[in-house]
């Protein structure tokens, strides 16, 4: 089994912690170069060791596990090893160091370390004898560890942990486990599109043997678990569980409807991987793709500053792929700014001013009208009664060539308009006497006003 | 999606050149919000007229997912108007704005701006290309081609030296070489800006931070789409390339230092 994945995946954050960096001293990066001889041989050891007491253990059961197989066939594979050489494998294995590390919860500063030195993979036997070891359960795990990083494809996209999640209650952790096959089957989906795009067509069918169990397998998996998650959500029993979850923790954001919309992104996402893999097939057996390879463009650069193109084939070329732009045969709203006639030359600098003091008022129509009859008016009254009829007959209503029926109305309604030396007038009416032919077409018709004079008896 | 949204569609797409439900980089533009939704509710037979429609233009409407490349967000969409590899380009494509653009000085040439044009985007493609070891054809490598101006700045001065030096015989035949190297003081920078600010208004540049820029998703699917049209038909055989050996010298090792 290749411990490679498990290691790699550990190694930066192991030298994290061991790392003496002071904070605020200079950042230097680390060292590409481990320290150590190179050869991976102890390493080597080391793991098949590993195995070789977990095969074991499946047999003899936490018994202690005799080493002497696994020595001969080491001896075998690495001659130039010795006997005490894999027994000091053995013992740097078996002893435990102190690991120390800040609990998640610790909010603030100054913080708690916790440490730990159950970090020992085998166990010794505290008599002496022949050479024996067994796995702690520290070292079990890791080779369950190793043993999933080996095979990530399998371990990471499991869509039934969603199910397990939904029948055991644990709602909170759904939308982890939908992110996880979210993240995993984008990565398998880019990855096709990744495989379509790289030049020569074997090594896209050697990837194809490899991979279509893999594609094939998600997408049913994905499909199956969703469906299966959709009818567990909908029946009563789960919803009510779903309550209960959700009153024991009133700071959870989460609710039926979201768990839906999860599921449903994983569908469609499930989707994408699908179609994606259909174009692959598509790709792998019509033969028909070719992407362009690796082109140099700076070779390009000179030989054409020695040979400039035809400007015919420039311009094919830049229509085809520099940028472009429209040109509609529109006018735009810069285009017309020249053509507008340079009107504002006329105007002058100076702006308009209202001289009220200086031009005299003009007369308002009353004024005018009274101007040019009040005199006839007067005369008349001072001999009799007046009525409007008789009035609009003697052509008063006409000053200058305008009929002003409602200034002539005006007076006989408001006597006052005649001035104040005038002695009491008093309107009367006749019912039914006016009707008047104003000339233009227009007639007054109704009750005649009547205007009498009385003087004031002495 | 009914006919109207359909011409509001294209009109958007003929501007904006991308329709992102999540955009990334920027925000939305206006009405792009709206679009994306009509295109993801669309049905297959409206979006089949639709790409007719653009097919007609010479165009096609590419959609990709977060399950197609790195870089999209989750459950987004990305609407892209790319140039059709099989049609003709429409009679309406203006290359007048980019000679304009790539003019620095007012009384120049339409030649002069399309000679700086076609070396800046050579050294461009090559920045990101050539010098990652990236074919023409890998879309998916469209994230990590980034760069900052200055390195950009560099190369370009780097490769006018080199014309420089070599063509320093003003041979008759050496237009282009005279037009590249008639540069004084900053001049050199504004043509790069310019080049840059050309391709950042035509959605096939980014600039994710100031100084940095980013080769969009949709300029990797152009340069993809219609390279055969494109620039394809323009550069030459590797033979004849490698012909011109002993000119080019790479400045990779520089480079090195600035990958860090």
């Known amino acids: 089994m290749d411990w490679t994945p498990f290691l790699t995946a550990a190694l930066r954050v192991a030298d994290l912690h061991d790392s003496g960096h002071t904070p605020g001293s200079f950042a230097n990066p680390p060292d590409e170069k481990r320290s150590g001889r190179g050869d991976g041989l102890w390493l080597d050891i080391g793991c098949r060791l590993l195995d070789f007491v977990h095969e074991a253990d499946q047999e003899l059961n936490d018994n202690w596990v005799p080493l002497g197989v696994f020595f001969e066939e080491t001896l075998a594979r690495h001659p130039a090893v010795g006997v005490e050489d894999l027994r000091w494998v053995v013992i740097h294995l078996s002893t435990p160091c102190v690991v120390y590390a800040i609990p998640a919860d610790s909010e603030c500063p100054p913080h708690r370390v916790r440490s730990t030195k159950a970090t020992a993979l085998l166990e010794r036997p505290p008599f002496k004898g022949p050479d024996r070891c067994r796995l702690t359960p520290l070292g079990r795990q890791a080779v369950h560890l190793a043993r999933a990083g080996d095979q990530w494809l399998y371990a990471h996209h499991d869509a039934e942990k969603i199910i397990t999640a939904i029948k055991a209650g644990d709602f909170g952790e759904i939308p982890r486990h939908a992110a996880d096959v979210t993240h995993s089957l984008r990565t398998l989906s880019q990855e096709i599109v990744r495989l379509l795009e790289l030049p020569g067509h074997d090594e896209l069918f050697a990837a194809f043997e490899e991979r279509q169990n893999h594609y094939l397998e998600s997408l049913q998996k994905v499909q199956s678990a969703v469906s299966e998650a959709r009818h567990l959500l909908a029946l009563g029993s789960v919803e009510n569980a779903f309550e209960v979850w959700r009153d024991s923790r009133p700071s959870a954001d989460l609710s039926l409807v979201q768990i839906f919309t999860l599921l449903h992104q994983l569908l469609q996402t499930?989707?994408?991987?699908?179609?994606?893999?259909?174009?692959?097939?598509?790709?792998?057996?019509?033969?028909?793709?070719?992407?362009?390879?690796?082109?140099?463009?700076?070779?390009?650069?000179?030989h054409f500053v020695m040979n400039p193109p035809a400007p015919a084939v420039l311009s094919a070329a830049f229509k085809a792929s520099a940028p472009w732009s429209c040109g509609v045969s529109a006018v735009g709203p810069d285009d017309a700014r020249g053509v507008l006639p340079a009107a504002s030359e006329g105007d002058t600098a100076e702006p308009m001013t209202f001289d009220e003091a200086k031009a005299p008022p003009l007369p308002s129509e009353m004024e005018a009208f009274l101007a040019a009859r009040s005199a006839e008016i007067c005369a008349a009254l001072a001999q009799g009664p007046v009525s409007l009829s008789t009035a609009f007959g003697a052509g008063w209503a006409e000053v200058g060539g305008r009929l002003h029926v409602g200034e002539l109305m005006g007076v006989f309604s408001a006597p006052d308009w005649l001035g104040k030396d005038i002695d009491t007038v008093r309107i009367g009416y006749r019912p039914g006497g006016l009707s008047v032919d104003l000339g233009d077409g227009r007639r007054l018709a109704g009750d005649d006003l009547v205007l009498t004079l009385e003087r004031s008896t002495p | 999606m009914n006919y109207h949204e359909m011409g509001q569609v294209v009109a958007y797409l003929l501007r904006y050149r991308v329709i992102e439900s999540k955009p990334v980089h920027r925000r939305h533009f206006p009405g792009e919000r709206d679009l994306a939704v009509v295109l993801h509710t669309a049905d297959p037979k409206s979006i089949d007229h639709l790409q007719q429609l653009l097919a007609g233009q010479g165009f096609l409407l590419v959609a990709k997912t977060d399950t197609d490349y790195r870089g999209i967000a989750t459950g987004e969409w990305v609407w892209m108007l790319v140039r059709h590899a099989e049609h003709n380009p429409p009679p309406h494509f203006s290359q007048a704005p980019l000679f304009l653009?790539?003019?620095?000085?007012?009384?120049?040439?339409?030649?002069?701006?399309?000679?700086?044009f076609l070396h800046l985007w050579l050294l461009y493609l090559s920045l990101i290309y050539t010098q990652r070891g990236r074919g023409v054809g890998e879309v998916s490598g469209y994230l990590d081609a980034t760069f900052e101006r200055e390195k950009f700045l560099r190369l370009v001065e780097h490769h006018i030296e080199e014309v420089r030096k070599t063509h320093d015989a003003g041979s008759a035949e050496a237009r282009v070489a005279k037009i590249l190297t008639d540069?004084?003081?900053?001049?050199?920078?504004?043509?790069?800006?310019?080049?840059?600010?050309?391709?950042?208004?035509?959605?096939?540049?980014?600039?994710?931070a100031p100084g940095v820029y980013q080769q969009s998703l949709l300029g990797a699917v152009e340069i993809?789409?219609?390279?055969?049209?494109?620039?394809?038909?323009?550069?030459?055989?590797?033979?004849?390339?490698?012909?011109?050996?002993?000119?080019?010298?790479?400045?990779?090792?520089?480079?090195?230092?600035?990958?860090?």
């Open chain 1, 270 to 302: 499930a989707e994408g991987l699908g179609r994606n893999f259909s174009g692959f097939i598509r790709a792998i057996t019509s033969r028909q793709r070719t992407p362009v390879g690796l082109l140099r463009f700076d070779l390009a650069f000179y």
């Open chain 2, 101 to 116: 653009a790539m003019k620095i000085r007012p009384n120049e040439t339409n030649e002069s701006a399309g000679v700086w």
């Open chain 2, 183 to 208: 540069t004084k003081g900053q001049s050199l920078g504004r043509r790069v800006n310019a080049f840059l600010a050309l391709m950042c208004d035509s959605a096939l540049l980014l600039e994710t």
């Open chain 2, 224 to 260: 993809d789409q219609s390279f055969q049209r494109g620039m394809g038909v323009l550069i030459p055989d590797a033979s004849v390339l490698e012909g011109i050996v002993n000119i080019a010298a790479q400045p990779s090792e520089t480079d090195a230092e600035d990958n860090l």
